[in-house]
């Protein structure tokens, strides 16, 4: 019983197959989905100002994604955050490996990007109160990206102000860090 049904539909299935195949060979050919990128950011804004512990930070990273021919998209975020430690004399410390599933989107003719990313901060290195490793949260949230597209498959991409939360100490005493970075990146769509 169950060969003849299968018999019976093979023309359908094999339709349907043929079908599925040249839509995602067209799709994959003409537009390639999977997007790379990487980016470099500073911050001279931030939380810390009045503390005088981490004034300045500033870093680079790179983000993996998929975005198909629409204007929505995921990606993997990583990055690392070094910070210059001001308590009693200026040094730039490893800070923190930053870690996110972010979504995104783009509009206005695929000019401006929106993308919001949250997941684990990690501690990079021993402090006085903070063991390396220590794990919190990560968030970040990046309104309006100008994106220029220089060629078919490369964008320069320009966050002129964007809001982070970096926060790898959770319990007393805490460590938050909220920035308010500039970032500029280059995104390339892989073939």
């Not at 997007?35 to 503390?51: K, P, V």
């Amino acid at each position: 019983m169950m060969f003849a049904l299968v018999t019976s539909s093979r023309p359908a299935l094999v339709g349907v197959a043929l079908l599925f195949g040249c839509i995602v060979s067209n799709t994959a050919h003409a537009h390639p989905p999977l997007r790379w990128a990487t980016e470099a950011h500073f911050s001279l804004l931030s939380n810390q100002a009045d503390r005088s512990l981490l004034n300045v930070t500033f870093g680079g990273g790179f983000r993996f994604g998929y975005r198909g021919d629409g204007e929505w998209g995921g990606f993997l975020h990583f990055e690392q955050n070094a910070w210059l430690a001001t308590e009693l004399f200026r040094r730039v410390v490893p800070g923190v490996w930053n870690i996110a599933l972010g979504v995104e989107r783009l509009w206005a003719s695929k000019l401006i990007r929106t993308a919001m990313a949250a997941g684990v901060s990690i501690l990079a290195y021993d402090t006085e109160l903070h063991r390396r490793g220590t794990t919190g949260v990560f968030f970040d949230l990046r309104p309006a990206s100008l994106r220029w597209q220089v060629s078919r498959i490369v964008a320069v991409e320009l966050t002129p102000l964007h809001f982070v939360v970096v926060a790898p100490v959770l319990r007393e005493p805490e460590l938050v860090n909220v920035e308010y970075r500039t970032t500029l990146g280059v995104e390339v769509t892989l073939q």
